[in-house]
């Protein structure tokens, strides 16, 4: 069974920076799709970053410059470097992954995911 645990989130200010870890247990992210989703009270869940299975790496515009997504297989874990925050990105923040391949800009499509873990809340004042 497929479990994945989020942690790292935290209040910081604005202009901070934060790193959320996403262990993984009953599941190998090696060659599989891995995303990081976020959703506040008041927007949909949105993607933020993604890794396709071939190691493609894709953000949201909110994002580009600021967050870098990265993986370590040994550990079975994913990684969200979070730099230069702003109010505007406190939310829930959720990873994700499918056995599916993923590729393009599906790969920040929530649609495409099964498995998700439970979040962690980013929480950044100004």
């Known amino acids: 069974q497929v479990r994945l645990v989020e942690s790292g989130g935290g209040s910081v200010q604005a202009g901070g920076s934060l790193r959320l870890s996403c262990a993984a247990f009953g599941y190998s992210y090696n060659n599989n799709p891995m995303g990081w989703f976020r959703q506040s009270p008041v927007k949909e869940r949105e993607g933020v970053a993604g890794?396709?299975?071939?190691?493609?790496?894709r953000y949201a515009d909110s994002v580009k410059g600021r967050f870098t997504i990265s993986q370590d297989n040994a550990k079975n874990t994913l990684y969200l470097q979070m730099n230069i925050l702003k109010p505007e990105d406190t939310a829930m923040y959720y990873c994700?992954?499918?056995?599916?391949?993923?590729?393009?800009?599906?790969?920040?499509?929530?649609?495409?995911?099964?498995?998700w873990g439970q979040g962690t809340q980013v929480t950044v004042s100004s």
């Open positions: 994700a992954t499918d056995y599916r391949r993923i590729w393009g800009p599906d790969i920040l499509n929530r649609l495409f995911y099964r498995y």
């Open positions: 890794i396709q299975d071939d190691g493609v790496v």
